[in-house]
C-alpha cells in the first residue's frame, strides 16, 4: 500500500512537471570564453541526471577494479574455510562411526584453514590410537599443545586418558600428577587417578586420595563410600597377607569413622585374627560389632570362633528378633557341638536347612552323624552338600 501512495505522488509531480516543462521549457545560457551553449531548462537537467549517473558509475567500477586482488583473497580465504569445516565435520563423522584412517585423514587435511585446530588434533589423536599408531597420536598430542597453548590441561587430560586405555599405567601417572601439579583441585583429574590407582591396585594412594575425591565431591556418595570400602579392605587384605600384625592394628585404629563398624571390614580383621590364634581378641570385636547390628556374615564368622565362655548363650540372644536367619541357626549349631550338645546341634542344623539348604550346614550335619556313629546318615548329608556345591558349578558354568 505504502509503495502504490509513493508511486501515486512520484507520477503526479511528474506529470505536473511536464505540463510545466510543456507550457514554458526554460532557457539555460552557458558561456565559456567564446563558447556558448543554448538549450531548454529540460534537456539540460536530463543532462546533469546522466552526467551524474555515468560519472557514478565509473567511479563504482574504479572501486571494483582497485578492489578486485582482496575481493578475490577474501573468497578464497572463505572457500578455503568452508572446505576445512566440510572436512572437520566429514572425518568427526566418520571417527564416530569408527573408519579411524579416513577420520585422521580427514582432520589431518583440514588443519591449514580450520578455526578448530584443538578439536582436529584431539580427535586425530584418539583416532591414531585406535589404529594402534602410539608415535602418531604422541606427535598430534604435541601439535595440539602448540596451536592452543591455552588448552594445556584439555591436552594433557586427553593425553592421560588414551594412556590409561592403552594401559599405559606409569606414562598415566606421570601425566595425571603433572596435571594434579597445575590444578589439584581438577574434579576429572582426580576421577582419573582414581581410576588409575583401582587398576594397579595402589591401595594406600587411593586411601590417601580419598580426602581430595570428597573435598571435591568428585564422586557421589554412593560412588565415595564404595571407594573408601574397597581400598581399605584391599589395603587390610594385603598387610594380612604379609602378616605384618603391627602394622594391622594400627592400620584398624585409624580408619575412618564411617568404617569403624562396617561389617565387611570387620569380617575381614575377625578371619585375619582367628587365623592368627587370636581367638578372644576376634570375639570380642564381633561381639561388639554384633551388638551395634545384627549381620548374617560376622554371625557366620562367630560361630567358628573356638568356643570362649558365653559365646553360646550370646548368639542365642539374637533368635527372637532373628528367626529366620539360617547362617545364625548355623552359628548355634556349630558353637551347640563345640560344647557337645548334640541334641542342640541337630535341632539347628536341621533349622537352618529348612530356611536355607548349604553346603556348609550339611558338612556340620554329616560331622554330627559320624560324631554319633552314625555312617550312613553322614553319608546322605555329605552327598546332599556335595550335590549343591555341583549345582552352584553348573549355574556359573559358560
Avoid at 570564453?33 to 546533469?48: G, H, K, R, V
Avoid at 565509473?58 to 573468497?75: D, F, G
Avoid at 598387610?239 to 562396617?262: A, G, S, V, W, Y
Avoid at 548355623?330 to 536355607?356: D, F, I, P, V
Wanted: glycine share 4%; with cysteine; net charge positive.
Amino acid at each position: 500500500m505504502r509503495r502504490i501512495l509513493v508511486s501515486l505522488v512520484v507520477l503526479s509531480i511528474a506529470i505536473y512537471t511536464g505540463l510545466q516543462l510543456n507550457w514554458d521549457p526554460g532557457y539555460v545560457l552557458i558561456a565559456v570564453n567564446q563558447w556558448t551553449i543554448e538549450t531548454t531548462l529540460w534537456f539540460a537537467a536530463l543532462a546533469l541526471i546522466i552526467g551524474f549517473i555515468v560519472g557514478h558509475s565509473l567511479l563504482l567500477l574504479w572501486a571494483r577494479i582497485a578492489q578486485t586482488p582482496e575481493s578475490y583473497h577474501n573468497w578464497r580465504s572463505k572457500r578455503s574455510s568452508k572446505l576445512a569445516q566440510e572436512k572437520t565435520r566429514q572425518g568427526l563423522i566418520e571417527f564416530n562411526e569408527g573408519y579411524w584412517s579416513k577420520a585422521k585423514n580427514h582432520l589431518i587435511k583440514a588443519l591449514p584453514n580450520t578455526d578448530t585446530p584443538l578439536l582436529n588434533y584431539l580427535t586425530a589423536a584418539r583416532a591414531a590410537q585406535e589404529m594402534g599408531d602410539h608415535e602418531a597420536r604422541d606427535n598430534y598430542l604435541r601439535e595440539a599443545q602448540q596451536s592452543m597453548p591455552e588448552a594445556q590441561i584439555a591436552v594433557e587430560l586427553t593425553q592421560a586418558q588414551l594412556q590409561l586405555a592403552n594401559k599405559q599405567w606409569e606414562q598415566a601417572l606421570a601425566t595425571l600428577r603433572h596435571l594434579q601439579d597445575i590444578n589439584p583441585k581438577h574434579p576429572y583429574v582426580l576421577k582419573l587417578l582414581t581410576e588409575l590407582y583401582q587398576e594397579v591396585k595402589d591401595w594406600n594412594s587411593l586411601i590417601q586420595l580419598l580426602p581430595e575425591l570428597k573435598k571435591y565431591r568428585v564422586l557421589t556418595n554412593t560412588e565415595l563410600d564404595k571407594r573408601y570400602l574397597e581400598a581399605y579392605l584391599q589395603a587390610l587384605n594385603n598387610l594380612q597377607k604379609q602378616n605384618q600384625t603391627e602394622k594391622i592394628t594400627q592400620f584398624i585404629n585409624e580408619l575412618p569413622k564411617q568404617l569403624r563398624h562396617n561389617p565387611d571390614i570387620i569380617a575381614e580383621y575377625g578371619s585375619y585374627l582367628i587365623a592368627s590364634h587370636q581367638s578372644e581378641h576376634a570375639e570380642t570385636i564381633l561381639r561388639e560389632s554384633l551388638k551395634q547390628q545384627f549381620n548374617e556374615k560376622l554371625i557366620a564368622l562367630y560361630g567358628v570362633i573356638p568356643i570362649t565362655k558365653g559365646q553360646l548363650q550370646f548368639a542365642e540372644s539374637f533368635l527372637k528378633k532373628n528367626a529366620n536367619s539360617a547362617e545364625l541357626f548355623l552359628c548355634l549349631a556349630r558353637l551347640s557341638a563345640t560344647n557337645q550338645l548334640w541334641g542342640k546341634t541337630k535341632t539347628y542344623l536341621e533349622h537352618s536347612l529348612s530356611l536355607k539348604p548349604t553346603p556348609a550346614a550339611y558338612r556340620e550335619l554329616g560331622k554330627l552323624h559320624e560324631t554319633r556313629n552314625e555312617p550312613e546318615n553322614a553319608c546322605t548329608a555329605y552327598r546332599e552338600g556335595l550335590l549343591l556345591v555341583l549345582q552352584k558349578g553348573e549355574q556359573h558354568a559358560p
